[in-house]
């Protein structure tokens, strides 16, 4: 019974994004005219990210003691690498006919927080970045910092690409609206994030370089956006 009164919300929840999202495809369905489709199709995203959203927290409540906690970085609790590899070729054998999709995240400027206001300003960020990953991720999902500002993403389970960039396009979306003046009252943080594919019998450390690869595009780009490479 804990349970369930656990999950009424979430399920809640997602009933009603799912459902909005089925009215808004049956209404642009109904519609002949272009006028009318164009618009109704400009709503579609924000909708289909909701039912997504709401969706992964639905996953996540039902299996609460999935996700291990307690990862080796001591700054933020997450996965260190060491950890990320092992998480990751579990999913691997979990899935092994499916490719892994990797997510690889950087805070913006985060130098200047540290030269602005303080290293320890600059921790803080990172802790709290870590907990808005925690927030926005489903107890498969394996979290890591793998060095610095850069933290990684493992999806647990068959994962399309197009459902990863969806997840990354709802982390940055996150971590751009967190309420960062509990850390300072002036500071503002965003991220940047690659999304890649970790094909079946491929080393993950080479799906890594190309979800960097991606990472570096949007720093390269002016940053707070998300990229992927195949």
């Not at 489709?37 to 400009?42: D, I, V």
């Not at 899935?95 to 999709?101: A, E, G, I, V």
Request: net charge positive; with cysteine.
């Amino acid at each position: 019974m804990a349970q369930r009164r656990a999950t009424d919300e979430p399920l809640e929840e997602a009933l009603a994004s799912c459902s909005a999202l089925a009215q808004r495809l049956a209404a642009l369905q109904a519609r002949a005219d272009p006028a009318t489709q164009r618009q109704l199709m400009r709503q579609l995203p924000a909708a289909l990210q909701a039912a997504s959203v709401a969706l992964s927290r639905l996953e996540a409540a039902g299996d609460p003691g999935l996700r291990v906690d307690g990862g080796a970085d001591a700054l933020t609790g997450l996965a260190d690498r060491s950890q990320l590899l092992a998480g990751a070729a579990r999913l691997v054998a979990q899935y092994p006919d499916t490719p892994l999709m990797v997510l690889a995240i950087a805070v913006d400027h985060l130098r200047h927080v540290n030269d602005t206001w303080s290293h320890a300003t600059g921790d803080a960020v990172l802790q709290a970045f870590a907990g808005v990953l925690r927030a926005q991720s489903r107890p498969q999902d394996v979290l890591a910092r793998a060095q610095g500002n850069l933290f990684v993403v493992a999806l647990g389970g068959p994962v399309s690409t197009t459902r990863a960039l969806l997840v990354a396009e709802r982390l940055r979306a996150a971590i751009e609206g967190h309420a960062w003046a509990g850390v300072r009252s002036d500071l503002r943080v965003t991220a940047c994030i690659g999304v890649a594919a970790c094909a079946p019998g491929e080393p993950l450390d080479e799906a890594l370089a190309r979800a960097g690869a991606a990472l570096q595009e949007c720093k390269r780009g002016g940053r707070n956006q998300v990229r992927s490479r195949p």
